[in-house]
């Protein structure tokens, strides 16, 4: 098979795994893990090689921009405690608690170990995120695991870069002390400088397909620039994509709404790619190895399965039972319940970051097959045993109840009508009157009958809207942009689970 076969041959094999996941309402990461090891080992499957110096910009770049783009900064100055415990200490603890078992099971220096233990360390929010759509939690709770995401991933990279530089270095030195040193500081101005720079491109590409392109080439061009200037790449993708988020960004609803969907489905691919590529490679990987040393190197990794998934119930419990006995810990915060500690505890899947960081090994890493392999394996188990028991788990701690969504949703819109109507109040004539009445049926009961006889006459302007294209009266264009329109009023009156398309 050429490159371009394989590659149409993966992401058929990934749309087949996504539609059982969603038949089967099962987590779509777990079915992507396990369809990628199975189409591995299916006799004549594609071998697709990665080229590990490009891994980490082509997979965590536009993850990592756009995850730090969405996320809200407001949410970690109130839950700075919890995010800091799952962020920073969940990942030291656990990278040092790997690390110790790099070495004394597997004989890894200490730098190799500690690059072992940062790639297994950080779990992956479009795993937890897969589950938490089926579920209503807390918003505080989801709060806190959005943007333990963001920064876990951050503490991660920045442990994995810093071990392999001592690593590829033969030691710590001087020199890579204040590498490292300088290393993270600078990637934040990179980053700001960045985006000021792109922002100002931007203003030529407004409202174009080109200006999506140059949001990717954005995401691409620091990381790749960072690591040339030996700066942190992490820090110089987050800061850029914040410091954009605060400006605003490209205020056009209409581009908004269309770089939205273009990250959704780009990021989306990547996780597909990269669950799929897990199983091309740990098909290498077990080919070269012996029947003994194969055995082995599962033993090492479920040894660290268990140390990863211990790790964070170990110190997620302790941070929870010192929260809800002592206020100076928590701070202002309500304490932490039982059922919430459980949960945020159990919800440890790893995924992409793990994956793309084991690609990324250079082919000279210390027993690079054994560390990738336990890298592939950590995500496999942690996204099936973990990721198919989630839902129950939540279910069974009775946190499915707490918050109610729909409600929340129906008082925001309440809200928002009434500023709108309000607006109108000085306005005269049949017009504002229409706007008024339609603001005045937000969130009531009429608003479903106003919905249900909107998309009535939109199905007759469908239908009149073909018959002028097959009598030949209306243009290929004049035929777009009127479907179009029509297809923007039709999304505003469909109800809210009918708007968005996702794979869950």
Partial sequence: MTFFESLLALLFAAIVSLQASRRLNLPYPAMLAMGGVIVAFIPGAPTIVIDPSTVLALFIAPVLLD???????????????????????????????????????????????????????????????????????????????????????????????????????????????????????????????????FQWLGKFVAGTLG??????????????????????????????????????????????????????????????LAFLLMGMQ????????????????????GVVILAVIGARIFVVMAWNLLAARFAAVRGDLSPPTLAQGVFVSWCGMRGL????????????????DVVVLTAFAVVLATLIVQGMTLAPLIRWLGLDSVDDPDAELADARRDL?????????????????QFRYAYSMLGTADEKRYRKIGLKGIAAERKRLEALRTDDALGDDSYYRLQEEVDWRELSLLPEGERRIEES
Wanted: proline share 4%; with cysteine; aromatic share 8%.
């Fill in 353 to 368: 970051i793990t994956l793309a960081t084991a690609f990324a090994l250079p082919a000279d890493f210390p027993q690079r």
């Fill in 67 to 197: 995850a730090a783009f969405d996320f809200p900064l407001h949410a970690a100055r109130r839950l700075w405690r919890p995010l800091s415990i799952l962020a920073v200490g969940a990942i030291l603890v656990t990278t040092a608690t790997v690390a110790w078992i790099g070495v004394a099971f597997v004989g890894l220096p200490l730098a190799a170990a500690v690059a072992l233990g940062a790639i297994v360390a950080p779990p992956d929010a479009a795993a937890a995120t897969a589950v938490l759509g089926t579920v209503s939690l807390p918003k505080r709770t989801i709060a806190v695991l959005k943007g333990e995401s963001l920064f876990n991933d951050a503490t991660a990279l920045l442990l994995f870069g810093a071990a392999l530089a001592v690593q590829a270095n033969g030691g710590f030195s001087t020199g890579v002390a204040l590498r490292l040193a300088f290393a993270a500081p600078g990637g934040i101005v990179l980053g700001i400088a960045s985006a000021f720079a």
């Fill in 211 to 272: 200006g999506n392109i140059l949001q990717f080439i954005n995401a691409f061009a620091v990381w790749i620039v960072a690591e040339h200037l030996e700066l942190s790449p992490v820090l110089a993708v987050v800061g850029c994509a914040m410091t954009i988020a605060r400006a605003g960004g490209d205020g056009s609803p209409r581009m908004r709404v269309h770089s939205f969907a273009v990250w959704a489905t780009v990021v989306f691919l990547f996780n597909v």
């Fill in 417 to 433: 009508a009434k500023a709108g109507a309000a607006a109108l109040d000085d306005v005269e004539g049949r017009e504002a009157d």
């Fill in 282 to 301: 740990a098909r290498l990987i077990v080919g070269r190895m012996n029947a003994v040393h194969l055995w082995d190197s599962l033993e090492v990794a």
